[in-house]
């Protein structure tokens, strides 16, 4: 055996075989790993919905994103089957968190341990407040931008015209506007009723996340008219009054009128003027209708028509001609006088069946004034009197009382 060892052949070939066995073993671990190495496979899941376990009833939570991102590594099978039925859960617990600001760390639950997981982003900064509730106003807007040439915003409304919100006491206390917009198509010339989104905006007109809006959506009426303007009226007298009745005044229950068309025209009127006519007031019938003509270059006026009212005088011997006879009984200072305008006319015919003609003349010249006391005149009405003459017993033309 001793000479074995000391012969250097025996060393030679004991040292190739020991070296020969070591190759083999290190090619042998190297099949392995990489054998491992391409079963094994890294996959990200997005948009994974992140829990938060909070009290919700009393507390909001500021900070934590909707969804976070999961990269998972491990066997190819494993991962795939993960990836495909993503039955586990990515949370934060904030159970246990007193009120102000935190650092915690995203878990996840229900994931297999042969897996390498991260989770991205891995820690959050999140705030704990108290959870309040307000009512605001609503603000209802259009952009006039929208809206025809010529045409105005007379008014909008929303309905509710209030909202609840609900959130952190320091976004609450943030809040300087509650809006709801109306959008629409431009050349707007009418009155929409549209549903709007209720938005939540800070003093700078940034949008406020992270509350409840209750209603979300609300339905706005917008007002749209043509343009137009409120002018005094003024009267001017046309025309001749009839023959015995003068006008002394006239005067409508109507002080304004609205005139409506393009801005620039309307705005340079100061009053609109009525031309009133005042040949047909009569004893009886001193109201004058007028129609209202809308100004020139413009498109309408409001109301269309106004009554005027004539304030008149009466010549009673122009009413009464002097060569007709007429009794009239004095009852000194309590007398009384009633005038009957139109009265029809009458003429019995003549003998042997000839006709009586009355020929036509202006109307109101027939007319009859009684006198009483103002309570008999009271009772009196024109359908009580007939206007006639007796022509029975005479032929040709004349003239009779």
Do not use: C
């Not at 009984?329 to 015919?349: Q, R, V």
């Amino acid at each position: 055996m001793d000479k074995m060892m000391d012969n250097p052949w025996f060393l030679r070939i004991t040292a190739l075989l020991l070296a020969l066995l070591m190759f083999v073993s290190v090619k042998a671990e190297e099949e392995n790993s990489n054998s491992a190495a391409s079963n094994t496979m890294t996959e990200v899941i997005e948009d994974v919905p992140l829990e938060v376990y909070y009290d919700d009833t009393s507390l909001m939570v500021s900070g934590v994103p909707a969804t976070v991102d999961v990269h998972i590594t491990g066997p190819n099978s494993m991962v795939q089957t993960t990836q495909q039925i993503k039955d586990f859960t990515v949370f934060v617990d904030l159970r246990n968190l007193q009120l102000g600001e935190h650092r915690v760390r995203v878990q996840t639950e229900n994931i297999s341990e042969q897996l390498g997981v991260r989770i991205d982003p891995t820690f959050l900064n999140v705030q704990i407040e108290e959870r309040v509730s307000q009512e605001f106003k609503i603000d209802a807007e259009l952009n006039e931008r929208l809206i025809a040439e010529g045409f105005v915003l007379k008014s909008i409304s929303a309905d509710p015209d209030t909202v609840t919100v609900s959130g952190p006491k320091s976004v609450i206390d943030s809040i300087s506007f509650v809006k709801a917009t109306v959008t629409e198509e431009p050349g707007l010339n009418s009155s929409v009723t549209r549903e709007a989104r209720v938005r939540v905006l800070a003093n700078d007109l940034t949008k406020l996340d992270n509350v409840s809006i209750e209603p979300e959506v609300v339905e706005v009426e917008a007002v749209i008219e043509e343009y137009s303007k409120e002018v005094p009226i003024s009267l001017s007298q046309t025309g001749t009054a009839r023959e015995g009745i003068s006008v002394e005044e006239i005067e409508t229950e109507v002080d304004t009128v609205k005139i409506s068309g393009p801005q620039n025209i309307v705005d340079a009127i100061e009053e609109y003027e009525v031309e009133v006519n005042i040949s047909g007031v009569t004893l009886t019938d001193t109201a004058i209708e007028v129609d209202l003509a809308a100004p020139e270059g413009t498109s309408s006026v409001d109301p269309g028509s106004i009554i005027v009212e004539a304030e008149i005088d009466v010549d009673e011997s122009v009413l009464i001609p002097e060569d007709i006879s007429s009794t009239t009984i004095d009852y000194g200072d309590s007398a009384d006088k009633l005038f009957f305008g139109s009265l029809s006319e009458e003429a019995e015919d003549s003998k042997d069946n000839n006709e009586t003609v009355v020929p036509a003349h202006a109307e109101g010249t027939s007319a009859l004034i009684a006198y009483r006391t103002a309570e008999i005149l009271e009772s009196l009405n024109v359908e009580e009197f007939v206007v006639y003459v007796d022509a029975v017993e005479k032929l040709g033309p004349y003239r009779v009382l």
